[in-house]
């Protein structure tokens, strides 16, 4: 018997707009409700809250097989590719529906490699690898986490991200077991 995220993500290529719609909703909601979970006490400190706006930009990362990534981007009008840095050994393309609902479709270059999709899917599995948050200075918001709530980022320095994008991540514990990756991104000058 499937699981309804794996159902989700079977029905995110059904050739049903509706149907897609539906499953982006579950995988969202999938998604986001541990993330806000482990990150709600962030919100607190009005600094940070300062740097993401009255609300929240927020995507949902799906990791997916390369099969799985064809049939998914085939129905939805073949969406153009994200420009991910090759040191990241990944593909992407974002799906948008209606309610601010967004996903990234995510995908390994190489299913043996090392990047971090492909460690993710060989763990895991297909599913939820990441929750996105849009702010205006991930430097700033990384120093905030750091000295207010103890949380270290995954990398010493933002870094580059998929298209021409400024990054870092965390991987924070949830509640009550588990770990959720986080990741901050900030659009640069020019986009």
Not at 88 to 100: I, T, Y
Not at 120 to 140: H, I, M, S
Not at 169 to 182: N, Q, T
């Amino acid at each position: 018997m499937s699981s309804p995220l794996a159902s989700a993500i079977t029905d995110l290529s059904s050739s049903d707009p509706v149907m897609r719609s539906a499953a982006a909703i579950e995988i969202y909601r999938r998604g986001r409700a541990p993330a806000d979970r482990a990150i709600y006490i962030w919100w607190t400190n009005p600094e940070f809250a300062a740097l993401f706006g009255a609300t929240p930009a927020v995507t949902v990362g799906l990791a997916v097989k390369p099969e799985t990534f064809a049939r998914i981007r085939n129905a939805n009008g073949s969406p153009p590719l994200v420009n991910v840095p090759p040191d990241q050994d990944a593909e992407e393309f974002e799906l948008h529906f209606p309610n601010d609902i967004s996903l990234d479709v995510l995908t390994t270059r190489d299913p043996e490699g090392s990047g971090a999709v492909s460690k993710f899917l060989a763990k895991f599995g297909e599913g939820v690898q990441q929750v996105e948050f849009l702010c205006t200075n991930v430097d700033r918001a990384t120093q905030i986490l750091k000295e207010k709530f103890r949380v270290q980022p995954i990398y010493p320095e933002t870094r580059a991200g998929a298209d021409n994008t400024r990054v870092n991540f965390f991987l924070v514990p949830l509640p009550i077991a588990g770990k959720v990756l986080i990741e901050l991104y900030e659009r640069t000058r020019g986009l």
